[in-house]
């Protein structure tokens, strides 16, 4: 075995085990408690897992704080510890970040370079980012990608089941065995760069006539499978402006409105990360002029038919066509839908579409805090489904609804008041599946990825 493959193999055996004693200590509490009816503390228990995979950072990190947003995937005691979890790592010092630039543009890599902050000005979970400027004077960010992430995420999706069998013996009523494929694939996708670099150019190419939302332009001389240099774009965080006026907030609220709505409803595209860090604000005479997009790692490419089935289901809610519901669900990969079954999933569809049905000024939720927002209506959906059986989620269907329970908090963050029925329907107007078809092609074979993503 070459010593680079040897390496890697031992950095993926060391993470098995990490990830796996920590996380299999609290699974095996479950299974304890189930085997022999031992009383469990459950929210200890979700302490001790939020503890042990904060200790861990990285993927796996990553991977829990997006299993919180889900509704129902995880037990309420669990969701609220892990979405206490920071997403930040400790990040990479200097001498280990010149070794990775090293690796990354060679030996002369800080002569290409104006200037290049030492300290990063942000740490997640997969990389970094330092500012920089090029030898032109132009403001740069570049996310340099944590060494052995390929292993580190390998070793952490397949430690994943321990985390759905956590869930099983919860009695679900959820079957989560397509949302595990469908969260492997994207982390995967997020440690390829020069993938992300396409992603910022389909975005350019959605948006680029958009006045509310910037998108960053990328710089190829400066960017690898692991580095990504993007334009610096200046802004403040979002809940910054919480306290504004409201006009100012309304603002705000219609661009993450665009940025969302518009690539999905037209191009079949969206943006699957809708966390807060992922958005700052430019300002723009003195009041806020709308986002700057940051991070387009978790990016989700749908087949057309799929954006065809939202928009039935829309005009099935709105009309109250049973028919057109029941072939939208179908449309997404929902089987074996008997009328009760569609009742309970109705229940999720009139909170998610509710705001887009309501043609008036609203707050995405009256009287909802975003820490709560679905969680009432995920609950009754589970009791609902326990009386008729296991429901099987389509893999498409799991960062739509994560990213609308996402964007939903976003709204409730910034308590903006729109008319989201008329910023709906404007996003769909003269809307055919054969048109997101074209355009979707067209936009994928300008960035140079395959039809479908």
Not at 270 to 286: K, M, Q, R, S
Not at 304 to 333: I, Q
Not at 435 to 440: F, P
Request: hydrophobic letters at 40%; charged letters at 25%; one cysteine or more.
């Amino acid at each position: 075995m070459p010593d680079l493959e040897k390496n890697r193999f031992s950095a993926r055996a060391a993470r098995y085990a990490r990830v796996g004693t920590n996380v299999g200590s609290v699974a095996a509490k479950f299974a304890a408690s189930r085997l022999f009816g031992l009383g469990l503390d459950r929210g200890k228990n979700a302490s001790e897992l939020a503890a042990a995979l904060g200790g861990l950072k990285g993927p796996i990190m990553k991977v829990a704080q997006l299993m919180a947003t889900i509704p129902d995937l995880m037990p309420p005691e669990y969701v609220e510890e892990l979405q206490k979890l920071q997403s930040e790592a400790p990040p990479m010092g200097w001498a280990f970040v010149k070794r990775r630039m090293t690796a990354e543009l060679g030996a002369g890599w800080q002569e290409k370079f104006a200037e290049f902050e030492h300290h990063p000005a942000a740490a997640a979970s997969l990389g970094q980012v330092h500012r920089a400027r090029s030898l032109t004077g132009k403001p740069l960010a570049a996310k340099l990608q944590y060494p052995d992430m390929q292993s580190a995420v390998e070793a952490d999706l397949q430690q994943l089941e321990w985390l759905f069998a956590i869930h099983r013996r919860m009695d679900p009523v959820i079957d989560t065995s397509e949302i595990a494929k469908e969260i492997g694939a994207r982390v995967r996708e997020e440690l390829d760069y020069r993938r992300e670099a396409k992603h910022v150019g389909l975005y350019r190419a959605m948006l680029g006539g958009s006045g509310l939302v910037r998108v960053p332009g990328v710089w190829p001389e400066y960017s690898t499978g692991r580095l990504l240099t993007l334009d610096w774009l200046d802004g403040a965080k979002l809940l910054a402006h919480k306290e504004d006026p409201l006009e100012a907030r309304n603002q705000i609220g219609r661009a993450m409105f665009t940025a969302w709505w518009f690539p999905f409803s037209r191009y079949g595209i969206i943006h699957g990360d809708p966390h807060l860090g992922n958005y700052t604000v430019f300002d723009e005479g003195g009041t806020p002029g709308g986002i700057n997009l940051l991070d387009y790692g978790c990016i989700r490419i749908f087949p057309p038919k799929f954006v065809g089935g939202v928009v039935d289901l829309y005009n099935g809610l709105r009309t109250d066509d049973r028919d057109l519901v029941v072939h939208a669900y179908e449309t997404w990969g929902f089987t074996k839908l008997s009328r009760e079954v569609i009742d309970t999933l109705n229940i999720w569809a009139k909170f998610i579409y509710g705001p887009l049905l309501d043609d008036r000024e609203r707050t995405i939720a009256d009287g909802v805090k975003p820490s709560e927002y679905g969680r009432r209506e995920a609950f009754r959906v589970h009791q609902g489904l326990k009386k008729q059986g296991r429901v099987r989620v389509p893999r498409e269907f799991v960062f739509m609804d994560r990213a609308a329970i996402g964007l939903g908090g976003v709204f409730l963050h910034l308590n903006a008041k729109l008319n989201f029925h008329r910023l709906f329907n404007e996003a769909i107007e003269k809307f055919s599946v054969a048109q997101v078809d074209k355009r979707q092609a067209a936009a994928l074979k300008t960035v140079g990825l395959p039809p479908g993503g």
